[in-house]
């Protein structure tokens, strides 16, 4: 079975801290998503990653970015949290397939509260 | 990617076919329609995909109108297991930024 694991899945963090939000997938795949979920607007693309220490902006970029050094690992940083940044965290990963469709798998999601 | 337009919330009784429609009319030619799901305190889980002819795996059925303006999944014999959110998602094959939007928030009722 493949598997997303995403290091906690609830944290409390204090306004202007650095946070990190990690995503381990076990199954080879080339690309790793962020994603935050936010009542009323569904699921928000913050950053993606098709290869190691490639990275390509998502929908909503503003106030993170990422770090993909091993293939199975995408970090997710918040330079200075703030409260606006209270939010559901899910991380995705799938293949770079030729010819048939790559589902993206999805992590548990990370309940980050910023106060 | 064409936008979807989702109903917010629709009730199915147990035991019966639960039918989740979704219009896209701005699909272009060559954009396919993804389904998934999210089910409380989980990710989103992939259902099935299709760009016109109708498609059917162990999960679900997809119907897609002949014109694509359209589509509804169907679970045929809903469970309380199908309680979750269903997106419905247009874009290009291999296109790996998908944008989800609120979806449909299906409750099966016992």
């Known amino acids: 079975d493949v598997k997303v694991t995403q290091s906690s899945r609830y944290l409390v963090k204090r306004t202007g801290e650095k946070v990190f939000l990690e995503c381990v997938q076990d199954?080879?795949?080339?690309?790793m998503f962020w994603y935050r979920q936010d009542p009323g607007l569904g699921l928000r693309l913050i950053y993606f990653?098709?290869?190691?220490?490639?990275?390509e902006k998502g929908d909503i970029p503003e106030g993170y970015s990422v770090s993909r050094e091993k293939k199975e690992r995408f970090s997710l940083i918040l330079e200075s949290a703030s409260t606006n940044q209270t939010s559901m965290y899910l991380c995705a990963s799938s293949f770079t397939g030729q010819g048939t469709y790559n589902e993206q798998f999805f992590g548990p999601g990370t309940r980050l509260t910023v106060l | 990617d064409a936008k979807t337009t989702q109903p917010t919330s629709m009730d199915c009784a147990e035991g019966r076919a639960a039918n989740l429609p979704c219009n896209h009319s701005t699909i272009s030619g060559n954009e396919y329609v993804y389904w998934y799901r999210q089910i409380h305190s989980q990710g989103p889980q992939y259902i099935i995909h299709g760009l016109k002819n109708n498609e059917t795996n162990e999960m679900a059925s997809l119907i897609i109108t002949e014109d694509r303006k359209s589509s509804t999944l169907i679970l045929p014999h809903a469970t309380l297991r199908d309680t979750a959110v269903y997106y419905c998602?247009?874009?290009?094959?291999?296109?790996?930024?998908?944008?989800f939007g609120t979806g449909t928030r299906l409750t099966i009722i016992p």
């Open positions: 199954m080879d795949h080339e690309n």
């Open positions: 990653s098709y290869d190691v220490k490639m990275k």
């Open positions: 998602i247009v874009s290009y094959f291999g296109n790996e930024k998908l944008t």
